[in-house]
């Protein structure tokens, strides 16, 4: 049985410019990971409601599951929310139980629960909540897409709400062995062995460091037996 699989569609201009340096795909890929879902695709959008319209329904329908980060907050570029409901056909607007959570909060910290944060209660039709206990404002869940916020504290506690509901496969094992030789000269039998070991992944990362050369030969796969075999293997090859 092969595991379940995912994608993350990451948004807002700030990423593209250079600005902001993403840390939610590399959070996320770890915690797919450590669940046996693989991470097959990340797509990074501007704030565009046609890009992210699009990037959605290309998503949802070829992954078990989507996370989509960025683009809920209060402000006028925030239209995740949005986005993903016209991408679904769905009607959208503040919800009850959404502004019950932002209302408690706000009177709670004396702050106004003004217009623009009403945005933050905007929630499609059919959507279910995603907890927030860092700073209240909900994610939501359309079907099998999970829209949750791009600041990482808030992102890393919205997955961690919804992690328990998802459902995982095995997770994937890995062994790293160093090889002080280059990658041309190891590529043709790294080749043939990753062929004899079709149902592994082997990658080579090269490395230069104090005058020493060579490749990280990484190979991950989600039978632990199987990967110790290759990993003696390739650490045979290249033992002289």
Known sequence: MSNPTAAMLVIGDEIL???TRDAN???LAGE???????????????DDRDAIIRAVNDLRGGYDSVFTSGGIGPTHD???ADCVAAAFGVHIDVRDDARALLAAFYEQTGRE??????????????????????????????????????VPSVFQAMLASITPTLTGGAPLLTQSIRIERGEGDIAAP??????????????????????VHGANIVIRGTDGARVEAAAIRVAGLFDE
């Open 17 to 19: 410019s250079g600005r």
């Open 25 to 27: 795909m590399h959070y």
């Open 32 to 46: 797919m990971t450590k669940m046996g879902i693989d991470l097959k695709e990340v797509r990074v959008v501007s």
């Open 78 to 80: 925030d239209i995740t």
């Open 113 to 150: 629960l003004n217009e623009a944060r009403l945005r933050m209660a905007r929630i499609p039709d059919g959507a279910t909540l995603i907890d927030n206990p860092v700073s209240v404002a909900p994610g939501f869940k359309l079907e099998n897409v999970y829209v949750m916020a791009g």
């Open 190 to 211: 790294l080749g043939k062995l990753a062929e004899e070991f079709s149902d592994l992944s082997f990658g080579s990362y090269p490395f230069q460091h104090n005058g």
